[in-house]
Structures are given as C-alpha cells and as structure tokens.
C-alpha cells in the first residue's frame, strides 16, 4: 500500500505536485496516467524517498521510505529503464545490487530468467536494445522481491511483444497480492494492463477511478451512427424526442443521447428505412483527453468513481 497525502512539490516557481492525495492498494495493477509534465515522475521520486515533498507525506506501508528498515524487499522500482552502467554485463549489474543488499546469487539468476534475458546475460547491458534494457530495469526492481513495485513508463518505446510481456508479468505480480503501480502518458497502453486509475494534470489529481469506469462513461458518451435514405424524417423524429442529431452528409445522422435500440425502435413506429444502425465507441484516448483537458481546466476539484459525468 502507497498513501499519497496532501504532497505539494515544489522547484522554485514550478509547482510539480500539487496537493495530490491518493493510495495505491495492494493486489491490483494501479495505473499513473497524465500527459507530459503532469508531475508523475515527481511523485514516484518521492516515494522513494529520493525527492522530499515541500509539504505532505508519502508512505510505502505505513512508513516514509527511509524509515524502511528493508527497502529493496519493500519497494522495487524501476525510474530509468536506461540507468546502467555500459561497460558491465547485465549479470554483474544485477549482482553487484544484490551483493550490496545481502541477496544470493540464485536471485540474480532467477531474476534473469523471469525477464527473459537468459541469452544475453553475460553481455555488456549498454550495448542493450531498449527492450533488453526494460526488462533489465524490471529485473533491478524485482531483486529484493518486493511487495510493492513502481515503474515509470515501462511500456515506453516496447514493440507489442515487449507489451504483451509487461502486462503479463505486472498483472501475475498484482495477483501474487503486491502492490503495482506504473505510469503512462497513454491511455491505451495503460488501460490493458491496469484496473484502477489515478490521473493527474498539472500536478492536481483529476480522477480517481476503474478503468472500467472510463469505458463505461466513454461508451455513454458515444454516438450512435445512422444511415438513411429517410434522413429528414427520421431526423424530425429524433429531434422531437430531444435529442441532438447531426447530420454530416446526406443520408447520414450521428445520435446523441438515445440507445440504438430506441432509434430503431422509432424508425419503425414510423415506417423509416434503415441502412446503418451503429453506436460508436469513443475511444478512450477521447475519455482520456476529455478528462486531462477539460477538468484539470475548468474542474478544480478532483474526480471520485461516479462523478466522471460531470466532468465531460
Ligand atoms: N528537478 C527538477 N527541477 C525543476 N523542475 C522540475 C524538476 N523535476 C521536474 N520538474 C518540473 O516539474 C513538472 C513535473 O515534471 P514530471 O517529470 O514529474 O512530470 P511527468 O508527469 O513525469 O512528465 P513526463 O511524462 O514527461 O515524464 C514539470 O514542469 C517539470 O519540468
């Protein structure tokens, strides 16, 4: 368990964090999501403990990082995938962490194996494909086998593959009962792995939510598209039900705010043709854009599961 308290971080007249309260709960995947600057690193930096807030508390189960008497068992991280010194094989980087932690050698081992890097363990890591020197970071993070693991951005610059692999592993860690949390400046890429989301804009806190949740309001949102050779009448119809109709060519209505069931439904009451009848997915790359756009600039209060609608 993290517990984020009321944490502002300051750097001179930056404003990196501001006053961010939120807990990341064991046994589940919780995912960081912001766009570019929105204070994600800031705040992985100082839960362990390697940047102090101006005011507030971070802790990692219950205790600030450095009051943690083990903290490679407690928190494994991974800030910097590329943070590895060139001339050493991935081996003795893993084994000199460990050495100076009282970790055995048959984790450095097994490590390498959970991660893949079997094959290429006793090369030189700078001279490392990004992907290797991902799983290498992720290998760094898993050493103490800790219960709570933080990455940043491990998805960054992975081929499907890469990706595949990652969610695989950190949900199997989620399950094992540890606390995982990653962040990401991409919806998609987040929304596969995580359950739970926290999204931060401009260092303020916008939601706290499921992803489930931000399908659901994204799904709600959506259009339904129609096609017609009856696109007037049924236009007139829809709009003395109160709904908005658009109709950006001819024979073609976008519907908002009515089921494609009840479109369908009245299009038969009145004898109306339909060609096409389907409801559109917003994307949530749309959801995600909405919430960072739109609440971090007219919505100052941050968001709980359910009250996404009055964001959009
Ligand atoms: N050491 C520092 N000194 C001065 N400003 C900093 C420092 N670290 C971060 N900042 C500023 O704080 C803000 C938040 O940065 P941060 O790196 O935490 O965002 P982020 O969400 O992780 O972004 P990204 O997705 O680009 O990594 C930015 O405006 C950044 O320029």
Do not use: C
């Amino acid at each position: 368990m993290i517990t984020v308290e009321h944490v502002t971080k300051r750097y001179g007249d930056t404003l990196a964090v501001d006053d961010l309260t939120f807990t990341v709960r064991p046994g589940i995947v919780t995912g960081f999501l912001g766009p570019n600057g929105a204070g994600k690193s800031t705040t992985m930096r100082m839960m362990l403990g390697l940047d102090a807030p101006t005011s507030g508390t971070v802790t990692v189960n219950g205790r600030a990082y450095r009051d943690l008497p083990a903290p490679l068992h407690e928190i494994g991280a991974m800030l910097e995938a590329r943070a590895v010194h060139t001339g050493r094989s991935a081996y003795h980087h893993l084994l000199a962490m460990a050495q100076t932690h009282g970790i055995g050698r048959s984790r450095v081992e097994e490590v390498i194996e959970l991660v893949g890097l079997q094959a290429v363990a006793r090369r030189r890591a700078g001279g490392f494909s990004l992907g290797m020197g991902q799983r290498l970071g992720i290998a760094a993070a898993l050493l103490g086998d800790p219960a709570t693991v933080i990455l940043d951005e491990p998805a960054n610059g992975l081929d499907p593959e890469g990706i595949l692999w990652i969610r695989t592993l950190l949900t199997g860690l989620a399950a094992e009962g540890r606390t995982v949390f990653l962040s990401s400046h991409l919806m998609s890429e987040i929304a596969l792995t995580a359950e739970h989301l926290v999204v931060v804009g401009r260092g303020r806190l916008i939601a706290d939510t499921t992803v489930a949740e931000i399908v659901a309001q994204a799904s709600q949102d959506a259009a339904v598209h129609v096609r017609t050779p009856d696109a007037a009448r049924l236009r007139a119809a829809l709009t003395r039900e109160g709904v908005t109709v658009a109709a950006p060519e001819p024979d073609v209505l976008e519907v908002h705010g009515m089921a494609s069931e009840r479109i369908g439904e009245l299009a038969a009451r009145d004898g109306l043709v339909l060609h096409e009848l389907t409801p559109r997915q917003a994307s949530l790359e749309d959801a995600f854009m909405r919430l960072t756009g739109d609440a971090v600039e007219y919505h100052a209060g941050a968001l709980r599961p359910g009250e996404l609608e009055d964001a959009a």
